[in-house]
């Protein structure tokens, strides 16, 4: 099965549906679980469609199978409009996303034309995606980066089993030659919205083959066993890796900017940072057990984490504890998430994600440092 850019998407009867504009992936397993489907010029729609409906797929066509009704298929995305008393409240039934903009709603008042309403109100737009929850979308376009942080080209279509694994992204290189190459996920370091991060160097993609369709012809297995705990494992235990990592750098950037007199949350930082390097080498010495390389560069870490940098020193013991706490519950948090995935495919790596967490958690609760992670 070949998944590639702007394929028209056929129904069972031949109806044109559209062109393919982004593909769903789960970016743990690298299993394909739906393409988006645009139509339309003036008035765009996009249309989610499972790959489990998904007959047959080329380069140029994808047929869906019989028994479809492709007017039931949801859109990409759900326009919700809620209501707010003010522009600094939330609404009663739901959250507002983060840096939401709002605008005063208004109402039509027979002759007097559009008022504002007798109670001021305001309206947001939340836009909720129609997706699986930790799924992903790579667009053909999207960059590909390499392990070395240079972008050496776009996703020009992706290569799947029959039942949705992906087996290769097909690369189209940046250079003057437009050159494709046919990348095995096993290279793929980490999928994140929007782009493709390889675990191996430029140098080692430049040395695949030219791609010609139909050379490759992945077969209708999932991943063993083997491969999706090498797989599945890596990339959380990369995740973990980075986060501690980061853990060290910010402990020791609060430490140099604290007060002198701070000696007794220097020594419960210090303390801290002892039990994660620690946990950092168990997580290194389970990624060489699959196989898989720590990567600690800066430029790894930096890329990896979503959070916000920690603010420039000094600082007051009260407010290094509580930026410290922070980044610590979010931490725990990607930690948890982690652990959770990690259960059933690979049960070592789980353990020592799990050992790790609880000793953070023990740390907290006989710290005399105040460290809150509620």
Same mark, same amino acid.
């Not at 394909?32 to 409906?53: M, T």
């Given at each position: 099965? &070949? ?14 549906? +559209?062109? #393919?504009? %982004? ?5 743990? @397993? ?30 140029? %066509? !994808? ?8 007017? /039931? =298929?949801?859109?990409?995305?759900? /326009? ?19 840096? !939401? ?18 109670? &001021? ?5 939340? *836009? ?16 590909? #980066?390499?392990?070395?942080?240079? !972008?050496?080209?776009?996703? *020009? ?7 949705? =694994? ?8 940046? +250079? ?9 996920? @096993? ?11 390889? *675990? ?27 491969? *999706?705990?090498?797989? #599945? +494992? ?15 750098? /910010? ?14 949350? %220097? ?86 994600? /799990?050992?790790? =967490?609880?000793? #953070? ?14």
């Amino acid at each position: 099965m &070949e998944i590639s850019e702007n394929a028209r998407v056929y129904s069972a009867h031949d109806e044109h549906l +559209g062109k #393919i504009d %982004r593909i769903v992936i789960d970016p743990v @397993t690298r299993k394909l679980s739906h393409i988006v489907v645009r139509s339309g010029v003036f008035l765009p729609a996009e249309k989610v469609i499972p790959v489990a409906d998904i007959a047959t797929a080329t380069p140029e %066509r !994808v047929n869906l199978v019989t028994g479809v009704d492709p007017d /039931q =298929y949801p859109p990409f995305e759900d /326009q919700h409009y809620v209501l707010f008393s003010s522009p600094d409240e939330g609404p009663v039934s739901q959250t507002t996303p983060p840096g !939401v903009s709002t605008m005063p709603a208004y109402a039509w008042y027979g002759q007097h034309g559009v008022l504002p309403p007798p109670h &001021e109100s305001f309206v947001s737009t939340v *836009a909720a995606r129609n997706i699986p929850e930790h799924a992903v979308t790579i667009q053909p376009g999207s960059p590909v #980066i390499a392990h070395d942080h240079d !972008v050496i080209g776009e996703v *020009a279509e992706v290569l799947a089993t029959k039942s949705g =694994y992906a087996t290769h992204i097909v690369l189209k290189d940046g +250079g003057l030659s437009s050159m494709h190459r046919a990348i095995p996920v @096993t290279f793929v370091d980490r999928l994140v919205e929007g782009s493709v991060r390889l *675990a191996v160097d430029g140098a080692v993609v430049s040395a695949l083959p030219p791609f010609v369709p139909g050379d490759v012809d992945p077969s209708d297995e999932a991943p063993s066993k083997e491969d *999706a705990t090498v797989q #599945i +494992g890596g990339y959380r235990l990369q995740t973990a890796l980075s986060d501690v990592t980061d853990l060290t750098l /910010q402990i020791q950037h609060l430490r140099w900017n604290l007060p002198e007199r701070e000696d007794e949350l %220097r020594a419960n930082l210090d303390d801290f940072d002892a039990l994660v390097r620690a946990g950092a080498d168990s997580i290194a010495q389970r990624m060489n057990e699959l196989g898989v390389a720590p990567d600690g560069r800066v430029n790894t870490i930096y890329h990896d984490l979503p959070y916000e940098p920690l603010a420039a020193g000094p600082f007051d013991a009260a407010t290094a504890i509580r930026a410290f706490s922070q980044r610590l519950a979010q931490q725990l948090h990607r930690l948890a998430e982690s652990m959770a995935v990690l259960s059933e495919p690979d049960a070592e790596s789980h353990k020592v994600l /799990q050992t790790l =967490y609880e000793e #953070i958690h023990r740390w907290s609760e006989e710290s005399t440092a105040g460290i809150d992670l509620v």
